[in-house]
């Protein structure tokens, strides 16, 4: 077998998709969680891209992973957060930027804010590549 | 041109998709990172690891921290109790100084630097260009100006330099290790982050509660009203003394006779008391709360159950969060004090050590007046003074403003003092004159050094000889010791005035108006272990009648009356009393009135619904609690009745009221006159009486009364939602504890009104050890995520107590002590 061939197997494998998908979004999730110790917020984009580029997927693949798993990284942040704070200060920041004192949906957007610039970022990162994975 | 399948597919394909999935990351990003109006740039805001997440604070959170900084001298801990109360104890001065500006930083840093900015005229640079008059009226006034007079002061002398200088070294080694996550939420919310905390900060604190209680502008509303009274009515509308005064020196106090009596000048009448000057009008300026006030008192040993003094204060502010005070001890090789701070200046500034107890209560004595001047043209250089021109010194103040460019004022400074209102800053009311603000507050002044002999002073004339460094704002001063003694003393410099000297704004022309001296310190009202056992203040005025000097002001009649009354008639007193004392309810303004109400309210007229309320005020027991009836009746009675007595005669000349008649006025002049000539209504050609002014203000208000009764909303806790806002008021909503249900109110001991009252309340018993009843509304940590925010504002509410932990030192083990900071030099 050429290598063409191998590399075709080995793309199209289930197995191995799940895999490369799930180490996509693990990988960004940690990294970000790292790289937010230090750095601004908007660092997430960066580790988000920088997996996407290492790991090649579809495109969509690409996005999903870095999408959920800043969605499950700042969301999961907050959820441990707020329950150690019993809910005091999402409720009031809900309320004020939402007029909803509602910590589900704080913590909802929090995830959303994040997921949509890994999402994208990783996005980008996948189409650096010349070729895609297919 | 021919593109090679695997160009085309490359360009379509990749490339295009992404320059787009870029433009989108990068457009997101640029999206959550911008503040959009009000709003917070989401990015950074919802960030778990920097925005308002990370101000959530564990309910579990330990405070115990091991912090090493070059700064100190020593080693030095802080043993924190389960109220997050801090008990530091230190080696010398300098440590403790610092680490109470580190605590304050850590706790309440937003606060300390939001007010001193307030102070300073800086709002615009955080809030934009809806806070350019409030800067500008702050510059105008001299508040920069001041508080730089108070610098040189505090720099110039050992002890207030040593203080204040490791105060702000403390506050900066913590803000040098602020990351941007845990910057206080405020910050997060508005969008900026600290400065460098400076000396003049500290200041500049002291001049912004300075112009909290002594900054009356009544002088303006006043000469507007010249056009419409004499100064003959306008003494009966706005009394000087009351006939029911109990007065803070008790009655029979001799006083000296004056060395130096201030002449008025010779044209007086013409030129200043009924000069009429139509330029002036106005409204209601944004001045200092009527309500900013206070109750002191210290009951000695023959009148307590345990034979030891009893002290007792409870400052009328704003109620706010965070908290204006912040609770603390402070052990050093000089002293030991344990009391409330004000994050912004160190030291202990209500409390008590091993040996006495201090407290205070606004004097609300005018110390501020107006004076109107002339100027040669518009660049302000020279006014006209003495028959010639003088010229003024200019001042050019810049406003930042954020978003925009810098503003430049130019503020004129005379011998008159910086002028305020001109041409290009007028009020409706100032028209725009030239009017120059002379206060006493300019003066050079360093109040931080009373505090500091205060927090250490072991008998009565230690406590004297502090005060004696004490200029403005002028406060009721109290004292206990454990030696036996009780003290007051109103002490501040005030003008040596001529009866009816600044009530209206002064002639700035020649030296004939201004201020000819200040009243001797030696005249300064004062009881010491007097007869009666006991030494109080309520905002009343200081003296009686014999009073040798000229002293307006704005005095409540009504608070120190039921104080006195109370404290007369106990006897083994003790804390307990002093609880119900400070949470007593008793309206007696209401005392005063309900019995003209009864007896000028034509009840023949009254129809079942009218009756209905009336009955209510009939058997009320003139008790303001918070599920009395009555007392909101009460309230929108009075208020109806003043409008109808007051307002024809305030109206005639504009529809603008000016100022209004303190409720005492029309209390005092229906009790001794029913025929009392504002009575009528000046509007309609029939001659009102006394039982139409109050059977119609009554019957005016029953469908409010019904609305009221029939939204459950009747009675006066529910009435009066007594509010703690936060600093930010209506616009952070969820950070404000609102709808308190607490009884109390206006004129009333327990102070408490819609959002201003007792913003501490202590209990000081000075047996062999030192008992302490505290709480005040709010709580030690200024982190609305926090479960130490708000704390004990329940425990207020209910009128209970915390009984402090008095830390002795060395006592490490002490079962209160909850976490511990260890501060070292390396």
Same mark, same amino acid.
């Given at each position: ?20 998908? +799930? ?15 230090? &750095? ?26 870095? &999408? ?19 809910? +005091? ?15 589900? +949906? ?29 | ?37 009000? *709003?917070?740039?989401?990015? @950074? ?33 802080? =043993? ?65 100006? *001041? ?9 110039? #002398?050992?002890?207030?330099? %040593? ?10 080694? =913590? ?16 969008? =900026? ?26 002088? %303006?509303?006043?000469?507007? !009203? ?63 709360? @009527? ?16 034979? *030891? ?52 209560? #606004? ?7 107006? =004076? ?8 302000? @250089? ?24 810098? %503003? ?37 002044? #360093? ?88 030494? $109080? ?64 309210? $034509? ?12 009955? %209510? ?128 109110? @206006? ?18 018993? !000075? ?60």
């Amino acid at each position: 077998m050429d290598n063409a061939i191998l590399k075709k197997l080995i793309d199209t494998n289930p197995k191995i998709i799940k895999m490369k998908f +799930l180490s996509a979004m693990l990988l960004t999730a940690l990294l970000s969680y790292v790289s937010g110790l230090y &750095f601004p917020w908007w660092s997430i984009a960066v580790t988000a891209f920088v997996v996407a580029v290492a790991i090649p997927q579809k495109p969509f693949h690409s996005f999903l992973a870095g &999408f959920l798993a800043l969605f499950l990284l700042w969301a999961g942040l907050a959820l441990w957060i707020d329950m150690n704070n019993k809910h +005091l200060l999402s409720l009031k920041i809900a309320e004020i930027l939402f007029k909803t004192p509602s910590h589900a +949906l704080i913590m909802s957007v929090t995830g959303l804010v994040g997921a949509l610039v890994a999402g994208f970022a990783a996005l980008t990162g996948n189409y650096v590549r010349k070729k895609p994975s297919e | 041109m021919f593109l090679s399948n695997f160009h085309f597919y490359y360009l379509i394909m990749r490339l295009l998709p992404f320059l787009i999935s870029a433009t989108v990351t990068t457009g997101f990003i640029i999206l959550f990172n911008t503040r959009i109006g009000p *709003a917070p740039a989401f990015g @950074k805001f919802l960030s778990p690891q920097h925005g308002f997440w990370q101000n959530a604070e564990a309910s579990t959170h330990s405070f115990n921290q091991e912090i090493k900084l070059p700064q100190l001298k020593g080693n030095a801990s802080v =043993y924190l109790d389960e109220r997050l109360v801090p008990h530091i104890v230190s080696d010398n001065d300098a440590d403790a100084y610092f680490i109470q500006g580190y605590l304050h930083a850590k706790f309440r840093l937003w606060q300390m630097e939001f007010s001193t900015h307030a102070a300073a005229g800086r709002v615009s640079e955080i809030i934009g260009d809806k806070a350019i008059n409030f800067d500008k009226e702050q510059r105008r006034i001299g508040m920069v100006y *001041a508080a730089e007079n108070m610098l040189q002061q505090m720099e110039a #002398n050992e002890f207030t330099k %040593l203080s204040v200088d490791n105060y702000t070294t403390g506050i900066n080694a =913590y803000i040098e290790t602020l990351s941007e996550s845990e910057l206080p939420i405020e910050y997060k919310l508005l969008g =900026y982050v600290p400065e460098k905390w400076a000396n003049i900060k500290t200041a500049l604190f002291i001049k912004q509660m300075t112009k909290t209680l002594a900054y009356s502008v009544d002088d %303006l509303p006043f000469t507007a !009203l010249k056009n419409v009274f004499t100064d003959a009515q306008m003494q009966v509308l706005f009394p000087e003394t009351q006939d029911s005064l109990s007065a803070i020196a008790p009655s029979g106090t001799l006083f000296d006779k004056p060395e130096f009596v201030p002449i008025p000048p010779a044209d007086v009448d013409s030129v200043y008391l009924q000069q009429k000057d139509s330029a002036l009008k106005m409204a209601f300026l944004d001045q200092p709360s @009527k309500d900013n006030g206070s109750n002191n008192w210290a009951v000695s040993g023959k009148k307590t159950k345990s034979g *030891a003094p009893i002290l007792c204060n409870d400052p009328h502010l704003d109620l706010t969060l965070p908290a204006i005070w912040y609770e603390m001890q402070m052990t050093t090789n000089t002293m030991n004090a344990y009391g409330v701070s004000f994050p912004g200046i160190p030291g202990v500034v209500i409390g008590f050590n091993d040996s006495i107890a201090f407290g205070f209560t #606004n004097a609300g004595r005018d110390i501020r007046d107006f =004076y109107e001047l002339k100027f040669k043209d518009e660049t302000k @250089k020279e006014y006209w003074f003495n028959k010639e021109w003088k010229t003024a010194d200019q001042r050019i103040e810049e406003i930042k403003i954020k978003g925009q460019p810098s %503003l430049f004022d130019t503020v004129a400074y005379t011998i008159f003092g910086p002028v305020t209102y001109d041409a290009s800053f007028s009020t409706p009311l100032t028209g725009g004159k030239a009017i120059a603000t002379r206060w006493i507050a300019h003066l050079p002044s #360093n109040e931080l050094l009373m505090w500091h002999y205060l927090d250490r002073a072991k008998n009565y004339t230690d406590y004297y000889n502090a005060l004696q460094f004490y200029t403005v704002p002028s406060q009721n001063m109290i004292f206990a010791s454990k030696s036996g003694d009780i003290a007051i003393r109103q002490q501040g410099i005030f003008p040596l005035r001529w009866n009816r000297q600044g009530v209206y704004v002064m002639p700035g022309f020649d030296s004939s108006y201004l201020w000819q001296g200040y009243i001797p310190l030696s005249a300064t009202p004062a009881s010491f272990n007097p007869e009666r056992g006991f030494v $109080s203040s309520a905002n009343q005025r200081p003296v009686d009648s014999t009073y040798p000097y000229y002293i307006p002001g704005g005095y409540d009649v009504y608070r120190g009356l039921q104080v006195n009354r109370r404290l007369a008639a106990l006897n083994n007193i003790t804390a307990k009393d002093m609880m119900q004392l400070q949470g007593d309810n008793f309206n007696s303004l209401a005392e005063v009135v309900v019995k003209l109400m009864k007896k000028y309210t $034509s009840q023949s007229g009254l129809n079942t619904e009218e009756q209905k309320f009336y009955d %209510l005020i009939k058997n009320w027991d003139l008790q303001n609690t918070a599920n009395s009836k009555a007392a909101t009746i009460f309230q929108l009675w009075i208020d109806a009745l003043e409008q109808t007595v007051w307002k024809d005669e305030f109206t005639q000349k504009d529809t603008i009221v000016y100022a209004w008649p303190d409720d005492y006025t029309l209390a005092d002049a229906i009790t001794k006159d029913s025929l009392f000539v504002f009575i009528d209504d000046i509007k309609t050609p029939q001659q009102e009486t006394v039982f139409d002014v109050f059977t119609n203000s009554f019957k005016q208000i029953v469908p409010e009364l019904t609305k009221l009764e029939t939204e459950n909303k009747l009675e006066w806790g529910v009435h009066k939602n007594t509010t703690v806002y936060h600093t930010l008021r209506t616009a952070l909503m969820p950070f404000a504890r609102a709808g308190l249900q607490t009884g109390g109110g @206006k004129h009333i001991v327990n102070a408490t009104q819609h959002s201003h009252g007792p913003s501490w309340r202590m209990i000081v018993e !000075l047996t062999a050890e030192t008992e302490a009843h505290v709480v005040y509304p709010g709580g030690q940590s200024g982190n609305p995520g926090s479960k130490y925010y708000d704390q004990f504002v329940d425990t207020w509410t209910k009128g209970e107590y915390y009984t402090a932990w008095i830390m002795k030192r060395g006592d490490v083990q002490n079962k209160n002590i909850k976490w511990t900071m260890q501060f070292s030099k390396n």
